[in-house]
C-alpha cells in the first residue's frame, strides 16, 4: 500500500520559497505513475499545482508556471514542490498524491497534507 | 479549457434520504477520467468514484456514479451520518481539474 507524507516548514515569508518534500513508501517513484502535488487553501476547494513523471516529464497548472518546479529524487523515494515569490494567497494545506490504482485516471492515494502558511 | 461546474453548492438532507450531486463539464470528455472524491474536515480527499462509474475498494454500495460526455452524477442512497461532508469531481489530465465542491450538510 502505497503512502505518502509530506514535510517542509509550516510558515514561510512573504516573497520567500515555499519548499515542500513528499517521502513515498510502499511503492517506487520508478513506477507507471505521474506524482501530484495539490493545495487547498482554508475553506476553500481543491487546485492542482502540478505533476511529474519518472523524472522526465512535469506538468503545472498555468497560473502558477513561473514560479512552481516539481522535482524527484529517485534514490531517496522522495519528490519536491519548490513554489517562489510566495504571498498570503499561497496559504493552502498542500497535499501529496498519486495517480492510480485503477484506470490511472483517479488520485487514489494522497498524503494527509501540510499545511503552510505565508506570513512575515 | 474545460471547466467544472458542480450543483448544489450546499445540499441539505435528513440520514435516509437520498442526495444528488451534479459535476457538468464546459465541454465533453472520456467518462474514463472522470471521479469523484469525499473529503471530510481535516482529512485529505478519499476517492469514491473512478471512470465516472466504478466504485473504490471498500466504498459502500449506496454510493453510485453515472453520466457520459458532460454531465456526470453521484447518488448517494439512504445517507448515513458519516456522509455528511464535501463532495468534489475530477477530470484527470493536464490540466487536472477539479469542480468546486458541494457541500452536503444534515437537515
Known amino acids: 500500500q502505497v503512502q505518502l507524507q509530506e514535510s517542509g516548514p509550516g510558515l514561510v515569508k512573504p516573497s520567500e520559497t515555499l519548499s515542500l518534500t513528499c517521502s513515498v513508501s510502499?511503492?517506487?517513484?520508478?513506477?507507471?505513475?505521474?506524482w501530484i502535488w495539490i493545495r487547498q487553501p482554508p475553506g476553500r476547494g481543491l487546485e492542482w499545482i502540478g505533476d511529474?513523471?519518472?523524472?522526465?516529464?512535469?506538468n503545472y497548472n498555468t497560473s502558477l508556471k513561473n514560479r512552481v518546479t516539481i522535482s524527484m529524487d529517485t534514490s531517496k523515494n522522495q519528490f519536491s514542490l519548490s513554489l517562489t515569490s510566495v504571498t498570503a494567497a499561497d496559504t493552502a494545506v498542500y497535499y501529496c498524491?498519486?495517480?492510480?490504482?485503477?484506470?490511472?485516471?483517479?488520485?487514489?492515494?494522497w498524503g494527509q497534507g501540510i499545511l503552510v502558511t505565508v506570513s512575515s | 479549457e474545460i471547466v467544472l461546474t458542480q450543483s448544489p453548492g450546499t445540499l441539505s438532507l435528513s440520514p435516509g434520504e437520498s442526495a444528488t450531486l451534479s459535476c457538468r463539464a464546459s465541454?465533453?470528455?472520456?467518462?474514463?477520467?472522470l471521479a469523484w472524491y469525499q473529503q471530510r474536515p481535516g482529512q485529505p480527499p478519499r476517492l469514491l468514484i473512478y471512470?465516472?462509474?466504478g466504485r473504490a475498494t471498500d466504498i459502500p454500495a449506496r454510493f453510485r456514479g453515472s453520466g457520459s460526455g458532460t454531465d456526470f452524477t453521484l447518488t448517494i442512497s439512504s445517507l448515513e451520518p458519516e456522509d455528511f461532508a464535501v463532495y468534489y469531481c475530477?477530470?484527470?489530465?493536464?490540466?487536472?481539474?477539479f469542480g468546486q465542491g458541494t457541500r452536503l450538510d444534515i437537515k
Open positions: 498524491a498519486r495517480d492510480g490504482p485503477y484506470n490511472n485516471f483517479e488520485i487514489g492515494h
Open positions: 510502499g511503492g517506487s517513484l520508478s513506477s507507471n505513475n505521474w
Open positions: 511529474i513523471y519518472h523524472s522526465e516529464a512535469t
Open positions: 465541454q465533453g470528455f472520456s467518462s474514463s477520467h
Open positions: 471512470g465516472a462509474s
Open positions: 475530477q477530470k484527470y489530465g493536464s490540466p487536472l481539474l
